[in-house]
């Protein structure tokens, strides 16, 4: 058994061949019912966003996987990648903690990630493999995002001025914003503004007319030009975009403002060029100025901060990978063990039994006292042997070893049933390991 | 058996100072919550220290055998448990990172610094008002301690954006509106607190040395930082004073409250009374 992931991303194809190979959300259950009845194929997720799609799934060989890929498409195999056990698995991982995200750190993925699997679960092709290493996986990710700062910041500069907001002004509901000017970036950053709850959203613009229609737009409220004094003293946040060749918001209107205002803070967002709100307003007390280069530069710092928590990110992914893979190789170690203890126990259980009926006429603490010694024989022997095989994790010569030595190949493991003997798992020795090193 | 609690307990302080260092550089919600736990841990002993130390002390109030070192301790533990507080109402990690250092360094000196004893005057050791004075001076400097910090927290992440240059700060940090909000709060309970400490002090020092306002710096530092206080949450009710110059005046007033304690530890102290 083996993981196998095929498909494109980003990375691979534009997104004239992504949006034709992506399935669309009511048809990926169906979908995956006919990747899990192609030859070979026990388990299948299939992880379709704007900027991925791929298949993930457990396949007896690698030869399922061109199968898979054809259940994406013709257009798919030109682009797809295929990759294979823990390449996939890395794979997998790291697309969870948005490592191979377009932007790095995005938050959606991880969402997307587990609203494939739950559809996967719905489809009846996630099992017990695919299960154990999705929560592996999105345990990396929220590992990465708690423990680095990959995350963190806004990069674009509407979300940068709509985060600054939240940082002054803190919860914006009940807040005001103005919109001054119709620029499409300040359209966008009073969207945000009044999607993050702003109780408010006055339009002002040269002409009524233009401000009435863009109020009928973005769902504001017309105001006119003449007005833009009393509106900065009642507003909390002001994003300017006109198209004036001088300051609209002059320090001296502010001054005027702020005295109005009794110190509430006020941000001013200026989006354009050349600037519609005088820079040395920024000077006064509880008036914060931003402009285009300001929060370009605060954008760009985010970039950077997150392109530096990459290695760190990556590290902890790597870790993440590390264990589970010493996990699945223990288990895969496991069926040895249980078939050696197994082996072990029957032959001691006859030979008590041989025992005891020769030597007629012990009592019950005597023939317990035999089964003792076979059972403490036994686990003496085994000692060693088991922690060489587990320390081993089933990837070096000592399983195939012990196998061939004491015959075990094929027998299947038999339940524990003597008192104080330790049993392996049910599951461990039935469930068929994810990885298993070549 | 105080000793040995006070000692664990400034060990939980100070790993929860490590742990909260620690998650200023790498924010990891574990590391926050464990400082959170840690200074938890610490309170709940070092109360228990107080209890042991006050069953020890004898009948009553037991204040006459309080050392100086003591009141800095109690400082301490009231002002981590106002930070608990405050932390479980706006979940403030970065006062954290504040709070436990400080308290380390408050406690450190209190305790393993040798001190003598108070000498306080018979009449009033026992007294209820003696210990509602010292509650509500330790409660109020635990309070102002704490506005103190958030103001120091404003001044800093204010500038970096008023500068443009948000970093790491105000990352960790609630909203400005917040910190002003709270640190207000903070700043009216603790002018409560000092009032009532004015308050019963002067009954207190009447009923050991028959004046009521000695002239001494503890008294004079106490009135100044009251009086500003006073004025800073007039300024903020008539003016809707609010922000930086609020923060300062925060900063200002505390810094005089501290000028209460050195004038308490460097003067001969006025509750010595007759039985100095």
Redesign the interface.
């Known amino acids: 058994m083996m993981l196998i992931c095929v498909g494109l991303s980003h990375r691979q194809a534009p997104i004239a061949v992504r949006e034709r190979v992506a399935v669309a959300p009511e048809q990926i259950e169906s979908r995956l019912r006919e990747l899990k009845a192609l030859p070979g194929v026990r388990e299948a997720m299939l992880l379709s966003t704007c900027n991925r799609v791929e298949i993930f799934a457990v396949a007896e060989s690698r030869g399922a996987g061109d199968d898979l890929l054809q259940g994406l498409g013709p257009v798919a195999a030109q682009h797809a990648a295929r990759r294979f056990e823990e390449e996939a698995l890395r794979h997998l991982f790291r697309v969870a903690a948005s490592l191979d995200s377009m932007v790095v750190g995005e938050a959606q993925i991880l969402g997307q990630v587990k609203e494939a699997a739950a559809q996967a679960q719905q489809a009846g092709t996630l099992g017990p493999e695919l299960s154990r290493a999705l929560a592996r996986a999105t345990s990396a990710a929220r590992r990465v995002r708690?423990?680095t700062?990959i995350a963190?910041?806004a990069l674009s500069v509407s979300s940068v001025a709509v985060k600054?907001a939240?940082?002054?002004?803190?919860?914006l509901e009940e807040r005001s914003v103005l919109l001054l000017g119709a620029g499409e970036m300040a359209q966008l950053a009073a969207r945000e503004l009044r999607s993050e709850g702003a109780r408010e959203l006055l339009v002002v613009n040269r002409t009524p007319q233009a401000a009435e229609e863009l109020a009928r737009e973005i769902g504001g409220v017309p105001s006119s030009l003449a007005e833009l004094p009393a509106l900065l003293e009642r507003v909390d946040v002001a994003i300017c975009s006109t198209a004036a060749a001088q300051a609209v918001v002059t320090r001296k209107m502010m001054v005027q403002a702020a005295k109005a205002r009794?110190?509430?803070?006020i941000f001013l967002v200026d989006l354009t060029l050349p600037r519609n709100v005088e820079p040395t307003a920024?000077e006064l007390?509880?008036v914060?100025v931003?402009d285009l280069d300001?929060l370009e530069?605060?954008a760009a710092?985010n970039r950077d901060l997150r392109a530096a928590q990459v290695g760190r990110a990556e590290e902890i992914v790597e870790q993440e990978l590390q264990a589970y893979l010493a996990q699945s190789r223990e288990r895969t170690a496991v069926p040895v063990l249980a078939r050696l203890r197994a082996h072990a126990d029957s032959v001691a259980r006859a030979e008590v039994e041989r025992t005891l009926a020769a030597l007629q006429g012990l009592d019950e603490k005597q023939q317990k006292t035999v089964q003792a010694m076979a059972t403490a024989i036994v686990n003496k022997l085994l000692h060693a042997p088991t922690s060489r095989l587990r320390a081993e994790a089933g990837e070096g010569p000592l399983a195939d070893a012990v196998a061939a030595l004491f015959a075990l190949e094929g027998e299947p493991p038999q339940p524990q049933k003597e008192a104080g003997q330790k049993s392996e798992s049910a599951e461990e020795g039935t469930v068929l390991p994810l990885l298993r090193r070549s | 058996m105080a000793t040995i609690l006070v000692h664990i307990a400034l060990l939980a302080y100070a790993s929860g100072a490590a742990a909260f260092l620690t998650w200023l550089v790498?924010?990891?919600?574990?590391l926050a919550r464990a400082g959170r736990l840690l200074l938890l841990a610490g309170v709940v002993v070092h109360f228990a220290a107080f209890g042991v130390s006050l069953g020890i002390a004898g009948a009553g109030l037991g204040l006459s055998a309080w050392k100086g070192g003591q009141l800095f301790s109690l400082l301490a533990a009231v002002t981590v448990a106002g930070y608990l507080v405050l932390d479980f109402r706006y979940e403030l990690p970065v006062a954290g990172a504040f709070v436990a250092p400080l308290t380390v360094a408050v406690m450190v000196p209190a305790h393993l610094v040798a001190s003598s004893e108070r000498a306080i005057a018979p009449q009033v050791s026992h007294s209820l008002l003696l210990f509602v004075h010292v509650g509500a001076a330790a409660l109020g400097t635990a309070v102002l301690a704490l506005a103190f910090g958030l103001a120091v927290l404003y001044l800093a992440s204010e500038k970096q954006?008023?500068s443009?240059r948000?970093g790491r700060l105000?990352?960790r940090?609630?909203?400005?509106?917040?910190i002003d909000h709270a640190g207000y709060r903070l700043a009216v309970w603790g002018f409560v607190f000092l009032s009532l400490a004015i308050a019963t002090g002067s009954l207190v020092s009447r009923e050991a040395t028959g004046a009521t306002f000695p002239f001494a710096p503890k008294q004079g530092f106490a009135i100044l930082a009251w009086a500003l206080f006073a004025s800073l949450i007039q300024a903020r009710l008539v003016?809707?004073?609010?922000?930086?110059?609020v923060a300062f005046l925060v900063v200002a007033g505390f810094v005089l409250l501290i000028g209460t304690y050195v004038g308490l530890l460097s003067a001969a102290p006025v509750l010595q009374g007759t039985a100095a």
Request: no cysteine; charged share 35%; proline share 8%.
């Open positions: 708690t423990e700062e963190r910041g600054l939240h940082k002054l002004l803190g919860n009794r110190y509430r803070p920024n007390e509880n914060y931003y300001d530069r605060v710092q | 790498r924010p990891d919600g574990r954006v008023k443009k948000p105000l990352a940090l609630p909203s400005l509106e917040l003016a809707g004073w609010r922000g930086r110059r």
